[in-house]
């Protein structure tokens, strides 16, 4: 069974920081484009960081390039963000995504037969 599954999100100040993790089973990471999305309270769900399965190259939508940084270990199956200098409108749940084929952007939501972890809750406050 193909599964995600988010960890890492929490409760922290303005200026802080996060590393979320998105744990694949069923499948491995470096076959997969995998995205990072996240849903704040009243508004639809933003993608703003995705890596590829071939080449492992990445793209960030402007509100948090700089700040934030996709990653993956192959070794354990998992695809991270690191999260810096957070800001109060990061506060959302955040989701992971994966296809093997993605419409569009991976910044979008054309994840074609697409995976989805259950999200982790990130607050940003102080």
Known sequence: QLQLVESGGGLVQ???SLRLSCAAS???VDHYVIGWFRQAPGKER???SCIN???GSTKYADSVKGRFTISR???KNTVY???NSLKPEDTAVYYCAASLS???SCLGL???DGYWGQGTQVTVSS
């Open 110 to 112: 054309g994840y074609v």
């Open 102 to 104: 993605v419409v569009g």
């Open 73 to 75: 270990d192959t070794a």
């Open 53 to 55: 399965g071939s080449g």
């Open 46 to 48: 933003e993608g703003f």
């Open 81 to 83: 963000l690191q999260m």
């Open 26 to 28: 069923g499948f491995t």
């Open 14 to 16: 303005p200026g802080g």
